[in-house]
């Protein structure tokens, strides 16, 4: 399965959405960072892009960078455990 596959397919919003929780806004979604100090909302999520920002600490990617950051899994770990987790 191919990564860029996931990165698509994978549905950020909902992923995220485990770990913290988001406010619904117009094009984007906010919440507060999970990889720093934060409770300003600097964590950004664009569902049609699939892709997330923090304005805070600068970490950015899709699914698998968001999965590896947050559970501290490998490149292929977090590969993995998306494909299990999405069919994708
Ligand atoms: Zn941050």
New binding site residues.
């Given amino acids: 399965m191919s990564p860029e596959i996931i990165q698509t397919r994978a549905d950020l919003t909902k992923i995220i959405s485990k770990h913290l929780k988001l406010e619904e806004g117009r094009r984007i979604l906010k919440g507060n ?1 999970p ?2 100090a ?1 409770s300003t909302d ?2 950004m999520v664009s569902p049609a892009k699939n892709i997330f920002k ?1 304005f ?4 950015e990617g899709g699914p698998i960078e968001f999965v590896m950051a947050i559970e501290s899994k490998s490149y292929d770990e977090a590969v993995t455990s998306l494909v299990l987790e999405f069919g994708v």
């Avoid at 805070?56 to 970490?59: H, I, S």
């Fill in positions: 960072c990889f720093h934060d600097s964590f923090c805070g600490c600068g970490k």
